[in-house]
């Protein structure tokens, strides 16, 4: 028999696309959907150089809209295959549906939806075909000898990531688990790396299934050795309500939730540390290869709660447009909401062309603090949230123009447990010396005590650390600098 006939006997279901099927069918898409649809190639494969696509669903989809974005990635792992049927089920499902589900079109036109339905289309191939129905990398030359190895080539690419790389997978390459020679070693995650450092995505999720048997799982991050994320409540509410809207395969019940752990150096962990992604694994259904038929019946229960999920962006939450309050020019600033505040993750940041900042949270009262170099920080304190996402204009401002003539005028001397105010010259009668505090609060005021003196002393002992301002009021000038106090 001729081997490639053997290939395909034992091959997968016909059901499960090859990636051949998975280009002609998104191209076929493009066509007959161009209003709605852009289909790019966000990189090419480690080991074949085949293309790595992805498919926007927007209207307008080749503006950058400012717009709520999210991501779904199917297939890091080969044999999961279930990742790519599923973005496919959704993909076709938000087409079909444009212009007649009044939901589904609000979607398109008012969010950015990214999927990535093969991100590993050379491990998808050895699975497809038949080779092994158990691969699980890549297929990185791991021994550089230009041939590929089943017992000792490809990278674990959910091992990849450079979050947490040192700790996670496994040093070996013939591992199932190997994270390869260096975080993003791998065509496959810089693809989807670039991809989502450049679209900033709201929320995302990542399409697994387990190969033990232990499905119909949502992880949400983290756990990092006794505690829970900063955005904990908020990650896991989103994650609770998806699962518990996606019936598991028995009919008996629905997909729990559960937080994963930060140290595996995967996707998920990688958006959520580095970007502030929601991100979500689904481990789909109870094994990797269910048996076609089964196919759709999954992709449909899992389909209602990625429903919920993009409907989800339309909740309790916070939009901040952050600009320049001078030109109105958007500033990328970083955004702390107090309380849920990591220092130890990179920081926040509002999008840098058009200075937005999204973030769901849950219904309640909040504060964020705005800052960005060169400008006030800004404080903005007890902003209620209802059930829809509450959206604020923010104007910072530049300090630097008008702190450069204060030090002419008064020199600041730090003193341990206070600060003295040496005054350079004599100011008119009207002269006020304030102190406010990052929220613009009055601290402490001089007016008449500055005549006559050569220096004032604010006591700071019982003073909250963090930035104040001196203001000086002189006639008709005003100068300004930021005191940092620790
Ligand atoms: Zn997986």
Not at 145 to 164: E, K
Not at 202 to 210: N, P
């Amino acid at each position: 028999m001729h081997l490639l006939l053997i290939l395909t006997l034992l091959g997968l279901d016909p059901r499960y696309h090859t990636y051949e099927r998975v280009v002609a069918e998104v191209e076929s898409l493009s066509l007959i959907y161009p209003e709605i649809t852009k289909v790019e190639t966000i990189g090419f494969t480690t080991w074949n150089n085949f293309p790595i696509l992805a498919m926007k669903i927007s209207d307008y989809p080749n503006v950058r809209e400012d717009e709520p974005s999210l991501l779904f990635v199917g297939v890091h792992h080969a044999e999961e295959v279930l990742g790519c049927e599923l973005s496919f089920f959704i993909i076709e499902r938000l087409l079909q549906d444009y212009g007649k589900d009044s939901l589904i079109t609000h979607c398109i036109n008012t969010l950015n939806l990214w999927f990535v339905p093969i991100l590993n289309p050379d491990g998808h191939g050895i699975v497809t075909s038949g080779i092994d129905t158990t691969w699980r990398k890549n297929l990185r030359d791991n021994n550089n000898n230009g041939l590929f190895d089943l017992d000792y080539d490809g990278v674990d690419l959910n091992r990849n990531y450079s979050f947490n790389w040192y700790t996670g997978g496994n040093d070996d390459p013939s591992s199932e688990y190997y994270k390869g020679s260096a975080p993003f070693s791998e065509n496959e995650t810089q693809a989807v790396r670039d991809l989502s450092l450049r679209e900033h995505f709201l929320m995302a999720i990542d399409f697994h299934s387990a190969r033990t048997g232990q499905g119909e799982v949502v992880y949400y991050p983290w756990r990092w050795g006794g505690d829970f994320c900063v955005d904990y409540p908020f990650v896991r509410s989103v994650a609770d309500s998806l699962a518990s809207s996606i019936i598991n395969d028995a009919g008996s019940g629905v997909y729990t939730s559960i937080y994963g752990v930060a140290t595996e150096g995967n996707f998920r962990n990688w958006l959520y540390a580095t970007l502030g992604t929601y991100a979500y694994t689904i481990e789909i259904s109870k094994g990797c290869t269910p048996p076609g038929y089964m196919v759709d019946s999954i992709c449909e229960r899992v389909f209602n709660g990625i429903i919920y999920f993009i409907n989800r962006v339309y909740g309790p939450g916070v939009v901040l447009q952050i600009v320049d309050s001078a030109s109105l020019i958007p500033i990328a600033a970083e955004v702390r909401v107090l309380g849920h505040y990591d220092p130890s993750l990179p920081p926040r940041m509002s999008d840098s062309l058009s200075g937005t900042f999204r973030k769901i949270l849950l219904p309640g009262t909040y504060s964020f603090e705005i800052i960005k170099e060169g400008y006030e920080p800004l404080v903005i304190s007890d902003i209620t949230i209802e059930n829809a996402p509450e959206t604020l204009l923010v104007k910072i401002t530049g300090v630097s123009e008008r702190s450069t003539d204060f030090g002419s005028r008064i020199k600041i001397n730090y003193r341990v447990n206070s600060i003295e105010f040496e005054l350079r010259e004599n100011f008119s009668k009207g002269a006020r010396l304030d102190i406010l505090d990052c929220s613009g609060r009055l601290v402490k005021t001089w007016s008449k005590e500055l005549n006559g003196v050569e220096k004032i002393v604010w006591n700071t002992e019982l003073q909250a650390s963090g930035i104040y301002f001196a203001v000086l009021n002189d006639g008709d000038e005003i100068f300004l600098q930021k005191i940092p106090l620790f």
